[in-house]
């Protein structure tokens, strides 16, 4: 029997929890032309999300293109894998070749199809910067051109969006803003994991300011992602304790992706011992493991912090991110004063170690905050 939990990866249907009225929303702003942008803190579970959209939208006849903007390393190759996954979505393969002529011909694009991998589209005409702003105008346009030679709707998610911003800044943004505005068959889900630049793109003097809704990205209710994690033990043969879910949910501190990540391996570790009962101290015992395994990886993060981020650290653990500026916990753990703590916890939350929630400061990974509880001084 498969382990029924699923983390590192764009989540399959029957591991998806909770998320009605956004999966609601999101499919049906996107089949209305609209351009959402959809913010959250790493691992909530934008990726996911999207991915649900889309196939709801597919099911109801639209096309759906999905990029991830981060995995290009320069501005034109992320426009030559957009233009690829624009085409290649509506196009078949043995009219592949004349759409791009129709649509690209003046700006000279080359067509590689290679058996057994992916047809690309290169433009190798394109040297200056200048020819880049006029290659990504064509682009920017090609959603509602094949919107209306298809006759239909087509939906975009541009993953990561956030790392537009590395390529060349507010010229990408204008020429995409100026571009989208008026495609009204095209929705677009722009998603982005570094909430603090998603949202100084939305700000007021951004091209994005206004542009459409934006969904800002909560944790799943803990109680149902308890019931979720208990009703999968059940079902595949396990017993759990009444409690286990809740208890595996709380020590993730809430994290989809951790919650995942606990919940599949104290499964495994119980189909291992071919146990039929599993309770808080297997959650406790596969744990230690865990630990044990990224002893390593954490070891070396912890290097690389200068001795008041570490500090600072261990303050966020020990004192579950609170009041961590008052003269009580800056005595205890030894910190320096309130501006310089300050800079070290803006470091750690820039490095993806710790986040603001509410009021609190939280260690992102727990498995580093059960490390640093356990193996720092
Ligand atoms: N709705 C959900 N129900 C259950 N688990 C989920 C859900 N959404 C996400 N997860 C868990 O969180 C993991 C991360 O999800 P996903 O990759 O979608 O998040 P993300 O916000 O896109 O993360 P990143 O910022 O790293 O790209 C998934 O692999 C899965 O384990
Ligand atoms: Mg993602």
Partial sequence: MENPFVYGEVIPASAFVDREDELDRLTNDLLAGQKVFLISPRRYGKSSLVRQ???????????????????????????????????????????????????????????????????????????????????????????????????????????????????????????????????????????GSEPSLMERMLARSRPFYKAGPVMRLQKIPADRFASFVNERFTRTGFKPDAGLGAAIVELAGNLPYDVQRLAHEVWDDGRAAGRRMVGVEDLHATLRRLLNEHDAIFEAAWQRLTLPQRAALRAVVLEDGRELLSGDVRARHRLSGPSSVQTSLAALVRDDFVAREHARYVVVDSLLREWVARRTY
Avoid: C, M
């Avoid at 939208?57 to 981060?70: F, K």
């Avoid at 190798?124 to 346009?141: G, H, K, M, Q």
């Avoid at 239909?152 to 993953?159: E, G, H, Y």
């Fill in 53 to 191: 959209a889309l196939s709801a939208a597919v099911r109801r006849r639209a096309v759906a293109v999905d990029v991830t903007v981060s995995s290009y390393s320069s501005y034109v190759g992320f426009l030559e894998g957009y233009a690829r996954a624009l085409l290649v979505a509506e196009a078949r393969p043995d009219s592949l070749r004349g759409w791009i002529r129709d649509l690209l011909g003046p700006l000279r694009p080359e067509l590689r199809i290679d058996p057994g991998s992916r047809p690309s589209i290169s433009f190798p005409t394109v040297r200056t910067a200048r020819d880049a702003a006029r290659l990504a105008e064509a682009i920017f346009a090609l959603p509602a051109r094949i919107a209306e030679l298809r006759r239909k709707r087509l939906v975009v998610a541009l993953d990561e969006f956030q790392a537009i911003n590395g390529f060349d800044g507010h010229d990408v943004e204008h020429a995409l803003r100026a571009a989208i505005q008026h495609q009204r068959q095209v929705g677009y889900v722009f998603s």
